[in-house]
């Protein structure tokens, strides 16, 4: 194991280099813990105020001998009944009430910068504003992207505000002596790696709700062509698992093939490997779980392998290589969706314990967090820096638990091997025309009361041309589901833009099956070619998300997909808050164990 269970026992000492780092306390001052804005966050550079109060966070530090167990428990020094006693820590116990609140206060405002640290477990960002320079020098950087989705972010809500989209992955690297004494095969350390966990965290642009979204690892879906940071190209592929891309161009291959597949917009990917995991969870002091038998993932007689999970029944704190060992646990648990499932109790277990744990309000433990964290960390480039992973905890601070939901795409055996999966079609693409409208995945919110911002408005656009202008393709999608392909469907809408104006338009007569009815534009045409594009959806009745820039379109291309089979004015499908396809809500209280694998607990 990486780390083990007595990790944070004995006396946690003064992180190195402190003040020069520039550990600043006022981060959790009240004013700044509930402010908020972005503009709020510490600049990097602002090493005058970061030495004063970090040589307060030293003596601090220095001073607090109890054990993280201690701490955890409210044992220790200046524990009791909140007298202040003569330890180091009783400076803080002044101001009577008004500390007291402030302490509220920060706990509440720091909420979510726990649930992003428990999110991010397969991809970990919460901790990562405390000391700067340092932490920085922590955290690995990649591409956003690995390739060209045409997937362009949504238009701005009334206020201005857009959703937030982050993808976030679980490699089984062997590339260290770490990870292979982890997860094993050191014959597999030059094995190109794979994603094993993938999930989609999508927070509203309100920031009033949250979703995750899990694909199964083992699913096969198109995966487009990418190029590596080493410059390999890997070409286009429609029989390969999702978990490969990984392999085929980094994370950010694996970035671009979830937006091909969501058409939704992801602004980062966060990654995290086997001894991350490890690491993370020792440093919360265990994850809470729970099975409704014993279970023993071991190989059996007919299926070799195992992820080795032994535990009995009821609910326990997991941590070390046994957390791990939960995280990669599929056999027992029945399949890939059941272990989607684990993860999502992981998840949620982990939120539970961090909000219950009193880590916000300590210095040495919050700052063992984030140098943990950002050590297990791999971030694309654009979120690299301490200050930028602040900005994005305070993004997520207003989402209350009972408006995170998790869901997995609903899948069942792909039809050429009995041992892959492929989506439910009509569910994933329930899903993700949810995602892209930003409908939220519960029931728990209130209708909209906000106003624009006084003065807010969208950046000038590229005028379109006019529609006589410039030559549209219609081509016929129909045949994207089970369903037979509508006839004359291509010449229908080429009459109704030929009627609108758009003289030039004409049908193809080469089908192109899809799911869902798109825009597309040439990549090299910029601004002007989206404008042209955006005016033929509008003339139509389709919201702007489905306009694309594609770099292999020829020119501007209407393919009418399967979610369109009659009409001439686009009705976009009705969907309702908290409306997902049946099997996709996942949330369990606890695992059930498929029956070879249950364990009396005993032998």
Not at 240 to 268: A, M, Q
Request: with cysteine; proline share 4%; glycine share 12%.
């Amino acid at each position: 194991m990486g780390q083990n269970s007595v990790r944070g026992e004995g006396t946690r000492g003064r992180v190195p280099r402190a003040r020069e780092l520039g550990w600043d306390d006022e981060l959790y001052d009240a004013g700044a813990a509930t402010g908020a804005d972005a503009a709020d966050a510490p600049e990097e550079k602002d090493t005058a105020a970061a030495s004063d109060t970090a040589a307060a966070a030293d003596t601090a530090a220095a001073a607090d001998t109890t054990t993280r167990a201690e701490r955890r428990r409210g044992a220790g020094k200046g524990a009791g009944n909140g007298g202040g006693g003569t330890d180091g820590r009783s400076g803080h116990r002044r101001g009577g009430s008004r500390r007291r609140s402030k302490k509220a206060g920060k706990r509440k405002a720091l909420r979510w910068v726990a649930i992003t640290l428990a999110v991010l477990i397969l991809g970990t960002a919460g901790a990562g504003y405390l000391y700067y320079e340092h932490l920085n020098g922590n955290i690995r950087g990649g591409s956003r992207a690995g390739g060209d989705s045409g997937v362009k972010k949504a238009a701005p809500n009334a206020l201005g505000d857009t959703p937030l989209n982050i993808l976030l992955i679980g490699s089984d690297s062997r590339a260290d002596a770490k990870n292979v004494a982890l997860g094993g095969g050191k014959n597999l350390r030059d094995a190109k790696p794979l994603a094993d966990v993938q999930m989609l965290l999508h927070v509203s642009a309100d920031r009033q709700n949250a979703s995750i979204v899990s694909i199964p690892r083992d699913t096969i879906v198109p995966i487009p062509k990418c190029t590596g940071k080493d410059g390999a190209t890997y070409g286009a592929t429609t029989t390969s698992p999702i978990n490969e891309t990984l392999g085929r161009g980094g994370p950010g291959c694996t970035l671009t093939t979830w937006e091909s597949l969501t058409g939704v917009y992801i602004d980062h990917w966060m990654m995290i490997d086997f001894s991350g995991v490890v690491a993370m969870a020792d440093e919360v002091g265990g994850v809470p779980v729970c099975v409704k038998t014993g279970v023993w993932d071991k190989p059996t007689r007919l299926v070799k392998g195992g992820s080795g999970l032994k535990l009995p029944e009821g609910t326990h704190e997991i941590q070390g290589k046994q957390a791990l060992q939960w995280l990669r646990t599929r056999h027992a648990f029945g399949n890939d969706q059941g272990r989607a499932k684990a993860q999502h109790m992981y998840l949620n277990g982990m939120v539970e314990k961090l909000q219950k744990q009193d880590a916000w309000s300590d210095t040495g433990q919050l700052m063992g967090l984030a140098e943990t964290a950002t050590k297990a960390l791999q971030v694309s480039d654009e979120l690299k820096s301490v200050k930028k992973l602040f900005d994005l905890s305070m993004q997520l601070k207003n989402v209350k638990m009972n408006r995170l939901t998790t869901a997995t795409v609903p899948t069942t055996e792909w039809s050429q091997d009995r041992n892959k999966l492929q989506m439910v079609q009509s569910s994933a693409d329930k899903m993700w025309a949810m995602l892209r409208d930003d409908i939220a995945f519960d029931k728990n919110g209130k209708p909209a009361t906000a106003k624009p911002k006084p003065g807010a408005s969208t950046k000038p656009k590229t005028a379109a041309e006019s529609p006589d202008s410039f030559p549209v393709t219609v081509a016929n999608g129909t045949a994207g589901t089970d369903q037979a392909p509508v006839e004359g469907r291509a010449k229908a809408i080429t009459a109704a833009l030929t009627e609108k104006g758009f003289t030039q338009a004409g049908s193809s007569k080469e089908p192109q099956p899809r799911q869902d009815t798109v825009v597309l534009y040439p990549k090299d045409a910029g601004d002007q070619g989206r404008a042209n594009a955006v005016s033929v959806a509008k003339a139509l009745g389709l919201p702007e998300t489905k306009v694309r820039a594609d770099a292999a379109a020829e020119g501007i291309t209407l393919i009418v997909g399967a979610d369109w089979r009659e009409g001439t004015a686009y009705k976009k499908p009705a969907a309702e808050a908290g409306d997902l396809p049946e099997g996709a809500d996942d949330k369990a209280t606890c695992m059930d164990i498929y029956s070879v694998y249950k364990w009396d607990g005993k032998s």
